[in-house]
Structure formats: structure tokens, C-alpha cells
């Protein structure tokens, strides 16, 4: 992103074109030139007499010493230095009389690399690799692999350097150097220089949840036992919510759900089409139809004020999305649903620990559904929890899960029912996820802060709003990248992935615009902020694993993208 001429520092001799990008504290010295069309990050130091042609690249914090030319074709990246007076060239067959942007074989620079005063490049589609090291004075013919040590003309590969600059001599076992200067380990392969992936989810396991699940292996009772019932009563506890019943998935949790609630064939219950296709699918599962209703743009949950047009005197329950941990409307919800007499389901798959108004999510409404899917914020591999204060409720959701018989009269079947057990080996990992919830969700919440506050002001990202009285728990931290940011949400989810970090989109596309809804009628068009921001959503990753280094190189990438 370019910054404003105030935001950096300009020498009263330089000239920097208009239509030339800059980033915010770099500083352009005596007489350089920075012609239209090039771009220069951040904190870079532009030396005396330096040209920067058009469509040239630097990164940010690059070093260019003076009497630098950088032609089109040039690409440095970040942390790059050039010492004074490196020629860097950019035409295969150079003739003063032939002009032709053809012949034009670019020079890559790679992160971290540098390049000794009076050095000689010669262009051909060229890579320097990352921290190599090019000796003053040297003619550089070929590419230099990462880390290498280059000198003489034309250039050898004498030996090779550390990040920090120094030789390096000593290998380790594995075959990696030591540095004897900062210790660090270099692979010469490159592979310690490409950024260590920082993942959307990372599940937090440790040897205590090892140590149940071995406990469990070794007491031979694998299936529902005792650790479910244990799970259920801790977990009914943390919500708030008389009863628990435990699931092996989040899609059963809601098919229970609907089944509790009595839904039926020909029944519609209200939800939303911004969602994972399990929420609607639920609804399907029962033989109802799922009516879908526009969420809002600002919470991304359903938006109550167009839900009264979506009822019909089918309509028998209103099924919420907590989207991304954050509790949808319940106080509106519950308006509308008195009025005419509906009853209410949330789908708290991703808002275990969340808060409305001084109430845990799985205690908001009639019946909630739980997910511990892997990547949730409280894990058991697979599994789901149903909460509920009502007991005819949690009885029929433990029928339902247990094919129809009462768990008291074994092989008496009720009505139709499927194998919904949650395993003992799943519920010990549940139990003690449920010590560190909270610490988890604390972690969770501060990571979220420090985005918010690092991304305000960047023009084209709009980062997530808490409704007074709500407590979010950031299943996912999602932004929205408008056509005001330089790039587009699918540009900037690469360019995050390029430097480390994966990030998702949930949901690329709405429910309504796949082909078992749109066989029940609906088409693209019916639901336009959902659509909208299936176009707009990205997810940064927030988990608790995360470091501080890691949230500022995110924040300083979103900001410095161009
Ligand atoms: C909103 C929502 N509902 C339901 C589910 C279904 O949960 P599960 O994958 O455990 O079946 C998920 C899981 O991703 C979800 O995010």
C-alpha cells in the first residue's frame, strides 16, 4: 500500500514520479530518481544517485546503497542489501540502436540476500536465493542458491553464510550447518528459509488428554461409558444447561435437535444459507424443508428483522448459527418466536464458552447443538453435544442417538433412531479440553484484540463487531476484504499462504446456490449479503498457539500487501 508523500522521507533533490509507490518510513536520498509505476515497501533506504525504473520491485526494509540502478525486470525482495555501486542490468543482448522490451531477462533477489559494493549482475532470469552472499566486486553469471557465498569473476560458489552473515563451517548430523556465531541451523537447500507454516487451526493436545485415552484404552471400555457420562455432566455445567447428551458429531448433535423438537415431514423450520451445509442438512434429515433467511453484514448471523417474511404456517423452529463463535440475536429471535409460536434452536458449533447477555451458549435456547470436530475450539477428535433445560428433550436426543431404545429398556425400539454414540476414547480428550476452555478462549480473545487494533485504519479490510453484551469466542476471526483493499480476498488469502499463514474461506459459497437447494427452488440472487460476503470473508488464524511474532508479521503483511 502506498503511502502518503508525508509518511516518508524525500531528499529536496529526489524526484519521485507520480503513480510511483512508496511504502511508510522509507527514506529516498540525494538525487535519486523513482520513476511511475515502480514500488518500494517499507522502511527502505533509497541511497544517493539510485534510479528505480518503471515497474521495478523492492520489498521493505531493503538497503540500496548509492549509485544504484534497479531496471525493470528487478525484483529485490524484502531485507535485501546492495551496496554501492552494484550495476544490475536487464537486457539479454544489449544494442544501443535495438529497443525491445522482449529481450528483457529479469534478476530475482531473494529475501535477505546481499550484494558487495560494485558488484555486477548479469541479467538472464536470475535468482539470488535468500541470504546468499554476493563478495564486492564479483560478476555474477549464474544463479546463487540460497545461503551461498559468491566471489570473483565470473562468480564461484566458495562456501556459504548464515542468516547473520557470518561463514559458515561446522555441519550437524543431519547434514544442516551450525553457525558458530548465532547457533542458528541453515539447510543450503533453502528449506529453513521458507516461512514456517502458520496453520488456520492447530488443535492443543497435550500429555494429559494422552494420559486419559491410555487410561481409557487400558479399562477395555471403549464405546459410551462412564467418560461420557462424566463429559455430559461437566459439559451441562459449563453451559449452564440442565442436561447434556454427547454425540460423535456436530450433524448429529442438530439431526437430534430437530428430532427433540418434533420436525417433521412437511414441517419448514427458519435458518440460515451463510453457514456450513450441516446446519440445513439437519433440517433435511428429518424430511423438513430449510427456509433460508439473509444474514447481517456486520455480525454475519441471522438477521431477525427478515425473518418474520419467511414465516408460514409450516413453519415450526427457528434454527441460529453462532457464525464464527459469536451468539446470533437471541433476544429478537425469541420476540419473534413468541409471537408465533415457534420454537427455537441454536447451532452452537462453534460457540462452545461464547456469551449473550450474561448467558453461556447451550443455555440461550430450547435445544443447542455442539461440534468438537477437530479444528473447534474444544476438541474430541469428532463428536457433538446436545444441551437443553428441558428432560423430555435430552431423553428423546439419547433414544434418538441409540437407535430408538430407551439406554434403561435395552432392545425395545421406540421409533427410528441411528448410532449417534460418542466413544469413551473421545469423551476422556473432552474431558480434559474442558480444564483449558477457558484458558484457551482467553488466549483466543486476546489474539483477536491484537488484530483488530493492528488492522484499524487499513483501508478495504472491515475486521469483526461485537454487539453490546455479547461475548465472542473466535472460532474464527474473519475479515472482509473489500474492493478497497489493494487486493482481492482470493489475492490476499495467496499472498498470506505464500508468506506462511493459511487462512480459510467459510463459506465460499452460500447453501442456496448448490444443487440440492436449488432443487428445493432456490437460486442465486435470493440471498444477497450472504452472497456478498461469500465473496468478501476471509479467516485469519487466531488459536491459542499463536505467538506475538507471528500476529505482527500477520498484521504488517495485511497492511504492506499492494
Ligand atoms: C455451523 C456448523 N454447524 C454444524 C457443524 C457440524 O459439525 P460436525 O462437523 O461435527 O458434524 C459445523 C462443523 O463444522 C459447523 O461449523
Not at 561446522?170 to 542458528?184: I, L, N, P, V
Amino acid at each position: 500500500m502506498s503511502a502518503l508523500p508525508e509518511e516518508y522521507f524525500k531528499h529536496e533533490t529526489a524526484i519521485v514520479e507520480d503513480g510511483a509507490e512508496i511504502g511508510r518510513g522509507s527514506k529516498i536520498w540525494h538525487h535519486a530518481h523513482i520513476r511511475t509505476g515502480s514500488k518500494i515497501g517499507s522502511d527502505c533506504n533509497i541511497g544517493k544517485n539510485c534510479y528505480v525504473d518503471k515497474g521495478a520491485v523492492i520489498g521493505s526494509r531493503v538497503k540500496l546503497q548509492n549509485n544504484v540502478s534497479v531496471w525493470h525486470g528487478v525484483k529485490i525482495e524484502d531485507e535485501v542489501f546492495i551496496g554501492p555501486g552494484v550495476t544490475l542490468t536487464n537486457d539479454l543482448y544489449p544494442r544501443a540502436f535495438i529497443w525491445d522490451d522482449a529481450r528483457v531477462a529479469t534478476t530475482l533477489i531473494k529475501k535477505g540476500a546481499s550484494v558487495g559494493a560494485n558488484s555486477t549482475i548479469l541479467c538472464g532470469n536470475r535468482v539470488i536465493g535468500e541470504y546468499a552472499m554476493v563478495g564486492a566486486g564479483s560478476v555474477v553469471t549464474k544463479d546463487v542458491p540460497p545461503h551461498g557465498l559468491v566471489v570473483g569473476n565470473p562468480a564461484r560458489l566458495i562456501g556459504h553464510v548464515c542468516k547473520c552473515g557470518m561463514t559458515l563451517k561446522e555441519k550437524t548430523t543431519s547434514g544442516a550447518y551450525k553457525c558458530s556465531s548465532c547457533g542458528a541451523e541453515i539447510r543450503t537447500d533453502g528449506s529453513d528459509s521458507k516461512p514456517k507454516m502458520v496453520y488456520i487451526a492447530s488443535p492443543v493436545i497435550g500429555e494429559k488428554e494422552q494420559a486419559l485415552v491410555r487410561e481409557v484404552l487400558q479399562s477395555g471400555m471403549l464405546a459410551q461409558g462412564p467418560k461420557v457420562a462424566a463429559f455430559e455432566q461437566k459439559f451441562a455445567e459449563l453451559c449452564g444447561a440442565k442436561f447434556a447428551v454427547a454425540v460423535n458429531s456436530g450433524t448429529a448433535a442438530l439431526h437430534c435437535c430437530n428430532y427433540a423438537l418434533g420436525i417433521k415431514p412437511g414441517d419448514e423450520v427458519i435458518t440460515v444459507s451463510f453457514t456450513f451445509v450441516a446446519t440445513a442438512n439437519s433440517i433435511i434429515m428429518q424430511g423438513a424443508r430449510p427456509v433460508f433467511v439473509d444474514v447481517r453484514e456486520d455480525t454475519f448471523n441471522i438477521d431477525p428483522k427478515k425473518i418474520e417474511a419467511a414465516i408460514t404456517p409450516k413453519t415450526k423452529a427457528i434454527l441460529a448459527v453462532d457464525l464464527y463463535g459469536q451468539p446470533a440475536d437471541y433476544d429478537a429471535i425469541h420476540k419473534i418466536a413468541k409471537k408465533h409460536n415457534l420454537k427455537v434452536i441454536e447451532d452452537a458449533a462453534q460457540s462452545v464458552f461464547a456469551e449473550y447477555k450474561g448467558k453461556k451458549a447451550g443455555n440461550l435456547t430450547d435445544i443447542a447443538g455442539f461440534s468438537f470436530y477437530a479444528t473447534k475450539n474444544l476438541i474430541t477428535g469428532e463428536g457433538g453435544m446436545i444441551t437443553t433445560n428441558n428432560e423430555e428433550m435430552a431423553e428423546l436426543c439419547r433414544r434418538f442417538r441409540h437407535h430408538g431404545q430407551s439406554e434403561k429398556t435395552r432392545y425395545e425400539y421406540f421409533d427410528l433412531g441411528y448410532n449417534y454414540r460418542m466413544t469413551d476414547l473421545s469423551a476422556a480428550i473432552g474431558l480434559v479440553q474442558m480444564e483449558r476452555i477457558s484458558e484457551l478462549t482467553e488466549q483466543r480473545q486476546k489474539n483477536a484484540e491484537i488484530i483488530t487494533s493492528g488492522l484499524k485504519n487499513v483501508k478495504g479490510i472491515i475486521t469483526p463487531i461485537t454487539p453490546p453484551g455479547l461475548v465472542p469466542v473466535y472460532h474464527q476471526y474473519t475479515v472482509r476484504v473489500t474492493k478497497d483493499y489493494p487486493m482481492s480476498r482470493d489475492q490476499l488469502a495467496a499472498y498470506l499462504k505464500e508468506n506462511g499463514f493459511g487462512c480459510g474461506v467459510y463459506y465460499p459459497k452460500p447453501l442456496h446456490m448448490h444443487p440440492h437447494f436449488i432443487n428445493m427452488g432456490y437460486k442465486e440472487g435470493d440471498f444477497p449479503v450472504s452472497e456478498r460476503l461469500a465473496k468478501e470473508v476471509l479467516s485469519l488464524p487466531v488459536h491459542p498457539k499463536l505467538t506475538r511474532d507471528e500476529l505482527d508479521k500477520l498484521i504488517r503483511l495485511i497492511k504492506e500487501a499492494k
